[in-house]
C-alpha cells in the first residue's frame, strides 16, 4: 500500500511570491504518477500538475512547477508569482493502479495554501 | 455541460435517516468512484464501480450501499444516518485502461450534515 505526506497543513504566501509546498509517498511500485489537486472554497477538484515517474524532467504548467526527487520519493509543488485565486486546499495524490486495470488514486492529507494581498 | 453532477450540493438530515446522493458522469467514463472528505479535508475512496460492477469497496460500513443502474451513473444510498456521516462527498469518473496520466474527474462535492 502506498502512503502520502503532506507534512505542513497550512501555509501562506504575500501575493506575486513563491511558495513551495511538500509532498512525500511511499511505495513499492515502479509504475505511477503523481499530481497535484486545488480545491478551492467552491469544493471543485481541479487537476493543476502531473509527473510521470518514469520521466526525469520536471513537469511544468504556467506559474505551477514541480521537483520530483524519485529516489527521495519527493514531489513538492513550486507556485511562482502567487496569486489570490491560488487560495485553496492543495492535494498531493499518488496514481497507480489496481490489478484489472482501475485507477487508484491515494490522496495526501492536504495543504491549506492563503495567498495574503 | 458540466461534465460530473452531483445532486444535491447540500443535505442536512436528521440521524436515523436514509438519504441518497445522485451523481451522473456525461463523459462517457467506465469508471465511477465515491470518496468521502472528512472535517479535516482527508479524501479517502469509498467505492469503485467499472460498468455497473463494485470494483473497490475500501471497509466503508454496509449502511453506505453504491448503486449503479447504468454505467453513467453512481448513486450513493446511506443507510440510518449517524453524526459520524457528517462529510463532503465527491463522485469522480474516469476510463479504465486509459494510460495513468489522465486524472478522473470529480463532481463539485456534496456537503452532508447529520443533526
Known amino acids: 500500500a502506498q502512503t502520502v505526506t503532506q507534512s505542513q497543513p497550512e501555509m501562506s504566501v504575500q501575493e506575486a511570491e513563491t511558495v513551495t509546498l511538500s509532498c512525500t509517498y511511499d511505495?513499492?511500485?515502479?509504475?505511477?504518477?503523481l499530481f497535484w489537486y486545488k480545491q478551492p472554497p467552491s469544493r471543485q477538484m481541479i487537476l493543476v500538475i502531473r509527473?510521470?515517474?518514469?520521466?526525469?524532467q520536471n513537469a511544468t504548467e504556467n506559474r505551477f512547477s514541480v521537483n520530483f526527487q524519485k529516489a527521495a520519493k519527493s514531489f513538492s509543488l513550486k507556485i511562482s508569482d502567487s496569486q489570490l485565486g491560488d487560495t485553496a486546499m492543495y492535494f498531493c495524490?499518488?496514481?497507480?493502479?489496481?490489478?484489472?486495470?482501475?485507477?487508484?488514486?491515494?490522496f495526501g492529507t492536504g495543504t491549506k495554501l492563503q495567498v495574503i494581498p | 455541460d458540466t461534465a460530473v453532477s452531483q445532486t444535491p450540493k447540500y443535505l442536512v438530515t436528521q440521524m436515523g435517516n436514509d438519504k441518497s446522493i445522485k451523481c451522473e458522469q456525461n463523459?462517457?467514463?467506465?469508471?465511477m468512484y465515491w470518496y468521502k472528505q472528512d472535517s479535516k479535508k482527508f479524501l479517502k475512496i469509498m467505492f469503485s464501480?467499472?460498468?455497473?460492477?463494485?470494483?473497490i469497496n475500501e471497509t466503508v460500513p454496509n449502511r453506505f450501499s453504491p448503486k449503479s443502474p447504468d454505467k453513467a451513473h453512481l448513486n450513493l444510498h446511506i443507510n440510518s444516518l449517524e453524526l459520524g456521516d457528517s462529510a463532503v462527498y465527491f463522485c469522480?469518473?474516469?476510463?479504465?485502461?486509459?494510460?495513468?496520466?489522465?486524472?478522473?474527474?470529480f463532481g463539485q462535492g456534496t456537503r452532508l450534515t447529520v443533526v
Open positions: 464501480y467499472n460498468n455497473k460492477e463494485l470494483i
Open positions: 463523459l462517457g467514463h467506465d469508471t
Open positions: 511505495t513499492s511500485e515502479n509504475n505511477y504518477y
Open positions: 469522480a469518473s474516469s476510463q479504465k485502461d486509459r494510460p495513468m496520466n489522465t486524472e478522473a474527474f
Open positions: 495524490a499518488f496514481i497507480s493502479r489496481y490489478s484489472g486495470g482501475y485507477q487508484k488514486v491515494t
Open positions: 509527473q510521470e515517474a518514469y520521466k526525469q
